[in-house]
């Protein structure tokens, strides 16, 4: 089976979705009887709209076209209005119909209400969590929920391999892109209630971290809060590997890939409580109401106060996240639906 597979979102600064495609598709790679044919456009940035836009309505309908593959598989949530293959979409969760009304109106319009519509046309449509599939569901009214799949997404091998190092145990990791929905502020909040400690926040950025840095001048914790936007493999695993802690206090997530890399990486964690993240927690993540600054603050003081035990703790935790979190079986669970979709 011939697939054209949407690779763009591994171009420039890939976050989730992009480790999404990346590591599926090498994942589907090894698997027999799967010819897998990635699409992409290196010279468009997928960050900037229009781009964007121009990527999914023509320039990918016509290179999956072209690729003589029996199945389109669009992987970032968004998928072509006209395409002479059956296609199945990746929903990574329904936070454009659900949490991103701040967002300009024609980003709401083209991610929202356009792929609302678009996806009722898509054969089948996989999404990576249970709390995933409900939303999808509730927000597509007539949506077949036989056409929608839950296949978790894995974790890279680096991850699983990686041995943490002794860092200066003062450090709040803070991975995703720097958006509302992520509440880095939450952390920011708890920082004056944790002398010494300092957060580093990884991701791409968004107007919001003009409003982060502005809470930190505030509270007077600036020098203690390090934007390092967009990094690349080498750079994240030797942040996971030298952290003191993951902190992942999003509002909402259709996932949260990097609470179970942390897992993975035997990393101390501390997530939101609500949304995928419930599902994505093991037994020694707690979690924490996302808007509840005094009970992160306390969370964060309790891993600072005795690292080596919250690192026993998620040690313990480690071989279960990496057996759990696999791109060979979230392959596997894919490749199924391609041969139902093409037939």
């Excluded at 505030?218 to 690349?232: A, M």
Aim: proline share 6%; charged share 25%.
């Amino acid at each position: 089976m011939r697939v054209a597979f949407d690779a763009q979102p591994t171009i420039g600064s890939a976050t989730g979705i992009g480790e999404y495609a990346r590591e599926l598709e090498r994942a589907l790679r090894e698997l027999p009887g799967i010819d897998v044919v990635p699409l992409s456009a290196p010279s468009l940035d997928p960050w900037r709209f229009d781009r964007r836009a121009y990527w999914d309505q023509v320039l990918l309908p016509i290179a999956a076209a072209r690729s003589q593959a029996t199945i389109l598989h669009c992987t970032s949530g968004t998928m072509p209005a006209v395409s002479n293959l059956p296609i199945v979409l990746t929903l990574h969760d329904a936070a454009w119909l659900r949490v991103q009304g701040h967002t300009r109106f024609y980003a709401r319009a083209y991610f929202g209400t356009l792929m609302k519509r678009l996806a009722a046309r898509a054969s089948e449509i996989v999404t990576v969590s249970a709390f995933s599939a409900r939303e999808i569901l509730e927000l597509h009214p007539g949506l077949d929920e036989r056409r929608v799949h839950v296949i978790p997404l894995g974790v890279a091998d680096e991850f699983a391999r990686l041995q943490l190092r002794s860092g200066d145990d003062s450090t709040i990791l803070v991975v995703g892109t720097v958006e509302v929905r992520k509440n880095l502020e939450v952390v920011i909040r708890a920082l004056p209630s944790l002398p010494g400690v300092r957060a580093i926040s990884v991701g791409p950025s968004t107007p919001y971290r003009d409003a982060c840095a502005a809470l930190a001048r505030e509270l007077g914790v600036e020098d203690r809060l390090e934007f390092r936007g967009y990094v690349g493999r080498d750079a994240l695993l030797e942040l996971y590997a030298t952290s003191t802690v993951l902190a992942m206090p999003s509002r909402y997530e259709g996932f949260g890939l990097p609470l179970a890399q942390a897992r993975c990486v035997g990393l101390p964690a501390i997530a939101a409580r609500g949304s995928s993240l419930d599902e994505i927690a093991g037994d020694s993540v707690p979690r924490i109401d996302a808007d509840d600054a005094s009970g992160w603050s306390e969370a964060l003081a309790s891993v600072f106060a005795d690292p080596e035990r919250a690192r026993r703790a998620a040690a313990a935790d480690r071989a279960a996240a990496v057996d759990r979190f696999s791109w060979r079986r979230a392959a596997i669970a894919t490749a199924e639906l391609y041969r139902i979709a093409s037939t």
